[in-house]
Structures are given as structure tokens and as C-alpha cells.
């Protein structure tokens, strides 16, 4: 289940229930729709026609992305997509014709990642090298 989730760029809003709080209700169970509100209430916007209090913007503009895109170093993008599939750093180590230590040594960053075992990268996970250089 995906839910959208609308970010402010300034200041956090400790109110709800909001209208979009409200839509979720009618169409998520009780206890999903109660995580989602108690993790994320600070992010949920209480009324549309507020916009100058409300100025919404894109999420790759906001502090929040930029601070993840600083984080997402090529090892540990390579980490999450491996541990998303279900994969061993052995069982990747054979899929690109490199052992498991390298594998690890790409994760923890103490090796990079060719342009060569990037493409294998990004064929087997079904993104853009870009990631992994």
C-alpha cells in the first residue's frame, strides 16, 4: 500500500484531522490509517486553501530529500536494492563475476564500483547506472 503524503518546506503542524486524513479514513483500516497519522502528523496538511501558510512544494525541493540524496552514498543504494531483492552479497558476487568480499567492500564504500560492474548493476536491478558511479 502506497500513501501520499504532502511535505511543507517551512515550519511542522502538530493538528489533525485533515481533510486528507479524512479521505484515508474512509479507504484504510483503522490501525494502518492510526501508524500513519502517529509517524507522519507533522507532514500532513490540514487545509488546501491556506497557501501562504501552506506554500507546498516538490519533494526534491525539500530539506528532507536533500538530506537523504547526501546520505545515499553508491554502496548503500547498492544495499538497500540488494536487500529489496532478496540477495545474498554471495549470491550478487555471482550474478556480476565478483566475490562476496567485494560485494561488501562496494557497500561499506571502501571499494568503488566500476563502470563495468555498475552496468551489470543496473541490469540486474533495473536502474540507472548513475547510481552505483
Same mark, same amino acid.
Given at each position: 500500500?502506497s500513501?501520499?503524503?504532502?511535505?511543507?518546506?517551512?515550519?511542522?503542524?502538530?493538528s489533525?484531522?485533515s481533510?486528507?486524513?479524512?479521505?484515508?479514513r474512509?479507504?484504510?483500516?483503522?490501525?494502518?490509517?492510526?501508524?500513519?497519522?502517529?509517524?507522519?502528523?507533522?507532514?500532513?496538511? *490540514?487545509?488546501?486553501?491556506?497557501?501562504?501558510?501552506?506554500?507546498?512544494?516538490?519533494?526534491?525541493?525539500?530539506?528532507w530529500?536533500?538530506d537523504?540524496?547526501?546520505?545515499?552514498t553508491p554502496?548503500?543504494?547498492?544495499?538497500?536494492?540488494?536487500?529489496a531483492c532478496?540477495?545474498?552479497?554471495?549470491?550478487?558476487?555471482?550474478?556480476?563475476?565478483?566475490?562476496?568480499?567485494?560485494?561488501?567492500?562496494? *557497500?561499506?564504500g571502501?571499494?568503488?564500483?566500476?563502470?563495468?560492474?555498475?552496468?551489470?548493476?543496473?541490469?540486474?536491478?533495473?536502474?540507472?547506472?548513475?547510481?552505483?558511479?
Amino acid at each position: 500500500m502506497s500513501v501520499a503524503v504532502k511535505m511543507r518546506h517551512t515550519s511542522v503542524r502538530h493538528s489533525y484531522p485533515s481533510r486528507y486524513t479524512l479521505h484515508l479514513r474512509r479507504t484504510t483500516p483503522r490501525r494502518v490509517l492510526a501508524e500513519i497519522v502517529s509517524k507522519y502528523r507533522n507532514y500532513i496538511i *490540514e487545509d488546501a486553501e491556506k497557501k501562504d501558510d501552506n506554500e507546498l512544494i516538490s519533494v526534491v525541493e525539500s530539506d528532507w530529500y536533500k538530506d537523504m540524496t547526501m546520505k545515499m552514498t553508491p554502496g548503500r543504494y547498492l544495499r538497500i536494492l540488494r536487500e529489496a531483492c532478496d540477495l545474498t552479497q554471495a549470491e550478487l558476487g555471482e550474478k556480476i563475476g565478483v566475490t562476496a568480499a567485494r560485494v561488501c567492500d562496494y *557497500e561499506a564504500g571502501r571499494r568503488q564500483i566500476s563502470k563495468a560492474v555498475a552496468r551489470k548493476l543496473s541490469e540486474i536491478f533495473l536502474v540507472s547506472m548513475d547510481k552505483f558511479i
